[in-house]
């Protein structure tokens, strides 16, 4: 309806690249264009408008293109850490929500997350975790494994799981080619 379509985040993103880079957008073809034309305007604009926090983003050069487009860099001299990303909320709004296939339910709220997180975190600090070290989780999707990534990632790490269904054997030769300091299970 008429009504959704203007309360939609992706109108709310089309006035703010307007009201930002003074252009006009009359529908979603003018805002891909805008984006192939423009990508460091475009891209500024989306991390503004969802919030992305990093060091240097407002700085960075947006897009460095390179002969082979898998070799592009992107806010190059920035940093940023999903992990920070992921856990600004400090609230009671579910952050993630399970349900197994006997159909429980558990969920946990942002802020819960938060202290969950900030919990693992510690732990992997203690055992040494640090940027560029591999923790790995060979575990269900579970709440337990997101709690996990977000520790390890926000201290820098590299995060791999496997299914907890997978043959021991087939995830000791995934995990053994990482050469994890953790193995989360």
């Known amino acids: 309806s008429p009504e959704r379509v203007a309360a ?13 880079w003074r252009v006009a957008l009359a529908d979603y073809a003018a805002l891909h264009r805008f984006s192939v034309e423009r990508p460091d305007a475009f891209w500024r604009s989306i ?3 969802a919030g992305i926090v ?26 940023l850490n999903f992990a920070e990303n992921m856990l600004r909320r400090r609230d009671d709004v ?21 202290e969950e997180v900030a919990r693992a975190q510690a732990a992997f600090a203690r055992l040494g975790v640090g ?3 591999r923790v790995v989780g060979y575990l269900p ?11 390890a990632t926000s201290l ?15 995830a000791l030769d995934r995990f053994g080619q990482l050469e994890p300091l953790v193995l989360v299970t």
């Open 8 to 20: 939609a985040n992706l109108t709310a993103f089309c006035r703010r690249v307007e009201r930002e």
């Open 47 to 49: 991390c503004r408008h």
């Open 54 to 79: 990093g060091d240097g983003l407002e700085s960075a050069e947006v897009l460095i293109k390179a002969p082979c487009m898998a070799d592009d860099r992107w806010f190059a001299g920035s940093h």
């Open 94 to 114: 579910e952050a993630l929500v399970f349900r197994d296939e006997a159909g429980t339910r558990r969920s946990l709220g942002f802020a819960a997350l938060a």
């Open 131 to 133: 940027v560029g070290d």
């Open 141 to 151: 999707n579970v709440i337990e494994a997101v709690v996990a990534m977000l520790a």
């Open 156 to 170: 820098g790490a590299i995060w791999a799981s496997v299914a907890a269904d997978l043959s021991a054997d087939a």
